[in-house]
C-alpha cells in the first residue's frame, strides 16, 4: 500500500480510535467548569470585596482608590436627585476638582443579587454627616466583572423620603 504523499507516520487502524477517543473523554473529564452556583457565590464575594473597598477609599478621601472602583467607559451611569450623568470622564473631573468628602459615613452591609455571570446588583442604607449635616437614604450599585476586577458601572443615590 502505497500512504499519501502528504501523510507521515503511523496510520491508525479503525479499531484504535474509539480508545482515542475514550482516553480524551477520561483527560477532558479531569478539567471541570464551575457550575452556576460556584459562579453565583464567587461574584457575590468579588462584588462584596469591591463594595467594601469603595466605601473604605470614601472614609480615607483617596480619590484615585475611589476612582479605580468605578467603570472607566462612557456608559458609566450616576444617577441622584439632579439627574442622571453618564460617563466615567464628568464623575472623576468632577471627584478630582471638588476636595469635600463626608465627615463620617456609615454604610450597612449591602444587599447583594446575583443577576448574571460576572453581574451584580447592591442596595445599601449609608448615613453620611458632613459640614455638620446628617442625610440618610439608600445607595444602589451595579457591579461587573472586568478584565481589572470588579467595577461600578451604575451607581444611584437615594434620599430617605425621596
Known sequence: M????????????ADSMPRAVAALVVALAGCTVPGPE????????GAHAAFLANIEAIRRHDVDAYL???????DFIAVSPAGIATGFEPLAAARRASDVWPDSL???????VWLSPGVVYGAYRYVVTQSGSTSTGWSERVFIKTRAGWKIAVTSVIPAGG
Request: a positive charge; glycine letters at 8%; proline letters at 9%.
Open 68 to 74: 479605580s472602583h468605578y467603570v472607566d467607559s462612557p
Open 38 to 45: 460556584e459562579v453565583r457565590g464567587s461574584d457575590l464575594d
Open 2 to 13: 502505497v500512504g499519501h504523499p502528504l501523510r507521515r507516520g503511523k496510520v491508525r487502524s
Open 106 to 112: 456609615v454604610a450597612e452591609a449591602p444587599r447583594l
